[in-house]
């Protein structure tokens, strides 16, 4: 069965320095997976996607992860961290041929940056 | 503007009275789900609709419907509310199964 693990519930970064959310994954198959954003009383923001194409992914905002299956990984980056990032994130799996595509999410990771 | 609507964006009701939660997508997808997410257990999928009149239920279907009989409309029903349906509900819309989901905005349910 699939499944997703967020190694930090919560992270906190300094303003400008980088940013690192780890993610491992469980899949039998080969998954697909996301990042998706969740500013506070708002709704879920896709970040960026990996879908078997090239292991390094670029989203928007500047935020890039890396696909290693040797690792069963999918940790989120950014080079530097802006005051505007501070948010809920996601990361998620998903299996085309496993219960409808559904999407299985981690329990996420709460970021905050400090001034 | 490409997008997934949800109404009401917040909603407080007593248990037992019949409500209906709507979803429209103008995206032309094939694939429609809903979620609810609680404190400490994340996001689960409640309902989904992989086309028109296709719907199957996901991890938590108990005291909800649905129906999909356009495939812009993807309506949530609580035919009894109780108070553990109190939650944070989002309806979210796919090209087609498997791929990246887009969400709405959330409908925030209180039920007394």
């Known amino acids: 069965a699939q499944s997703v693990t967020q190694l930090d519930s919560h992270v906190s970064v300094s303003e400008g320095t980088p940013v690192l959310l780890r993610c491992n994954y469980s899949s039998s198959y080969s998954p697909s997976l996301f990042w998706y954003v969740q500013h506070p009383n708002k709704g879920l923001q896709l970040l960026l996607k990996?879908?078997?194409?090239?292991?390094l992914v670029k989203g928007i905002n500047g935020f890039e992860a890396e696909f290693k299956k040797s690792e069963t990984s999918f940790h989120l980056t950014k080079p530097s961290a802006h005051m505007s990032d501070a948010a809920e994130y996601f990361c998620v799996v998903s299996e085309l041929w496993n219960q409808g595509g559904k999407l299985i999410f981690g329990q996420g990771t709460e970021l905050s940056v400090k001034p | 503007e490409a997008q997934v609507t949800q109404n009401p964006r917040y909603l407080i009701t007593v248990t037992g009275k019949k409500l209906t939660v709507t979803c429209s997508q103008n995206?032309?997808?094939?694939?429609m789900s809903w979620y609810r997410q609680d404190p400490g257990l994340g996001l689960r999928q409640i309902y989904y609709s992989m086309n028109v009149e296709v719907t199957d239920k996901g991890d938590v279907p108990e005291g909800y419907k649905v129906s999909r009989k356009e495939k812009r409309n993807f309506p949530l029903i609580l035919e009894s509310p109780s108070p553990n349906q109190t939650s944070l509900y989002f309806c979210a819309s796919s090209p087609t199964t498997g791929r990246e989901q887009y969400f709405g905005p959330g409908t925030r349910l209180t039920v007394t």
């Open positions: 990996y879908t078997s194409a090239a292991t």
């Open positions: 995206m032309n997808h094939e694939y």
